[in-house]
């Protein structure tokens, strides 16, 4: 029966585990049908005790032959044996693929082949779900993280060729799917947060692997929008020293909009303001402000870090301690977005405010105020209104 696409035979003829015609078609207990080879594999080889599509336990390990079927298939084989390339091709079946998949996960020698062929069905279809209607259920995210938080993380990880760990393909994975907000908080919160934690210490382990640590900070993205605050209080100093080298890193969007997102969402609590201040986030913020020429959403995101740095003492003081610092910020303002701008004169409003003994800082905005058009008037008294004083005390006190 060599020769035939399988493609253009009727989805009865093809065995739900090899997608492929099948050539001696033989019945389980459950009453299901597949190619003789295929489900001796997968109950002897494998050592499975269920059906691979109804996931009821054998007690009866019989393969009867379905004479009946494979007679059909014969007889289709004989009147299409010339058959031409215009034939319709017929829809492999996703959803007995994926359970099968979903079965090999649970078998070590076989995950990351497993996870693999899941990422390439996600792709292959994405925009028509219909076909796999099981691809992006909470399920899956749950396997898949269980796979995260189980294996163990290697000192000096292979992830090249054939030896990819699991890990890596269980968090590219991670990053494909879409589960439910509730399903994302509950496997996110389960056991401590260890979910949390797992892909804290891959962004700060993987160091040589930035692809890997840009998913976990995808991954970290989504889940700090759903998790209660306590999960976001005990990160580590090491793992913002990690994400901030992603943040440099200025050849992945995603990767830079990922990090801003998480350091939105956490940095309000517990000491955070403080561990990133202290691993350098304000002067790469500054440099990425005054280099940035996009003046797009990633720009208003620094900037909304940047002004929650600076309600910290050591983080004004990193701020002004930048030679760039003032003019980086001052340079963006009616250019980026409103809120750009509102957190722009929040900044500078209360870096100016803590620090009127700074001489230069305080030229430094008038030269400013002096420079720039009309236009920006209102800027300047909303900056000096923010520091309740008026333009003429502030220039002349």
């Known amino acids: 029966m060599d020769g035939f696409d399988h493609r253009i035979a009727p989805s009865l003829f093809i065995c739900p585990i090899s997608l492929q015609i099948m050539k001696d078609p033989v019945t389980i207990s459950t009453g299901m049908t597949f190619d003789r080879e295929s489900i001796q594999k997968w109950l002897f080889s494998y050592k499975n005790i269920s059906c691979p599509i109804t996931k009821q336990p054998l007690s009866d390990f019989r393969l009867t032959p379905n004479s009946n ?10 009147q299409h044996a010339s058959s031409s390339s215009s034939t319709k091709f017929a829809e492999p079946n996703h959803d007995a693929l994926m359970k099968v998949l979903l079965e090999e996960i649970k078998q070590p020698h076989l995950q990351v082949k497993a996870l693999r062929k899941i990422k390439s069905l996600i792709q292959e279809n994405d925009g028509d779900n219909n076909k796999i209607s099981c691809i992006r259920d909470d399920t899956l995210f749950s396997l898949a993280a269980s796979l995260v938080v189980q294996t163990e993380l290697p000192g000096i990880p292979q992830i090249t060729g054939n030896d990819t760990p699991v890990i890596a393909e269980a968090v590219s994975l991670l990053c494909l799917l879409r589960p439910s907000d509730e399903a994302l908080k509950m496997v996110s919160q389960n056991e401590n947060g260890r979910l949390i934690c797992s892909l804290c210490s891959i962004m700060t382990q993987y160091l040589s692997y930035l692809q890997i640590r840009i998913q976990a900070a995808l991954v970290l993205k989504s889940i700090f929008e759903v998790v209660d605050g306590v999960y976001k209080e005990g990160l ?4 913002f020293e990690n994400i901030i080298e992603i943040l440099k890193d200025q050849n992945s969007k995603h990767g830079s909009v990922a990090v801003l997102s ?3 969402r956490v940095l309000k609590y517990g000491n955070n303001k403080e561990k990133a201040i202290k691993g350098g ?3 790469i913020l500054i440099e990425l402000l005054a280099e940035d020429n996009d003046q797009g959403h990633v720009c208003e ?3 909304v870090v940047l002004e929650k740095l600076c309600q910290k003492a ?3 003081a990193a701020f002004l301690t930048h030679p760039a610092g003032m003019a980086a910020v001052l340079s963006k303002i009616l250019k980026v977005s409103h809120v750009g701008d509102d957190k722009s004169i929040s900044l500078l409003s209360c870096v100016l405010r803590f620090c009127t003994s700074s001489g230069e800082a305080a030229q430094e905005f008038m030269e400013w105020e002096l420079a720039v058009p009309m236009v920006y008037s209102n800027i300047y008294a909303a900056i000096l209104g923010c520091m309740n004083i008026d333009s003429a005390e502030y220039i002349h006190g």
């Open 69 to 78: 079927l494979l007679r059909l298939i014969q007889s289709w084989h004989l």
């Open 236 to 239: 580590k100093f090491e793992f």
């Open 262 to 264: 998480i350091l939105i």
């Open 281 to 283: 986030l304000i002067p």
């Open 301 to 303: 995101m620094m900037l």
């Open 314 to 316: 050591e983080g004004r």
